[in-house]
């Protein structure tokens, strides 16, 4: 859950989740207590934890700003920067091949830094949109995927939903990260990814 991301969250916009959740219907579903293991247990209760401060109203005509700021509280940097133990890879900023392990095979996120090569570089901003609004029909919330066909991690549907302002200011953000030039491998199958 990468709420440290969400504690940028502009007050407007805090307040419009909060209001949106209000209006969901109540599900009734009893949650057991948390039981965390040694020494989690220790480091959690030991956490300092950091009070939201309200944040400014990102202007929305400052296309670089906004697309930085929905960046940030998309955590799209969360898994399309390849981590050890949880650290950021120096230099690899959003340069992909963040493992997901799923039934099927080894999913990897994708280059999403400028590079020509190895990430969207060649994109052009109508793509970019394009690629996020193909999921916005009713006839791809119900794609079919087999036990061992490829699946992803991305949450296409639900950024699909976005306004093309939206996905224009982040495309224009990520026009300018430094270039990676990072090749990923987009998918192992099941029986590959163990060997």
Known sequence: MPYLNYNHLS????YSIVAYIKTLKPIENKIPDTELNFPLNLIVKTIPLQNYSPKEQVDKSDAL?????LVTIASCSECHTPSDQGEPLPGMDFAGNSEF?????????ANITPDTETGIGN???????????YYDNDSTRS??????????????????????EDLGAIYEYLRT???????????????????
């Open 123 to 133: 994109w052009t901003k109508e793509y970019f949109i394009s690629r996020f609004k």
């Open 143 to 164: 794609i079919s995927v087999g036990p061992k066909d490829f699946n992803t991690v991305m949450p296409w549907l639900l950024y699909a939903g976005m306004t093309e």
């Open 101 to 109: 392990h799923l039934p099927s095979g080894l999913v990897r996120s």
């Open 65 to 69: 700003k906004y697309g930085k700021y």
């Open 177 to 195: 990260l430094k270039p990676v030039k990072n090749t990923v491998q987009k998918w192992s199958p099941a029986d590959l990814a163990k060997k």
């Open 11 to 14: 007050e407007k916009d805090l």
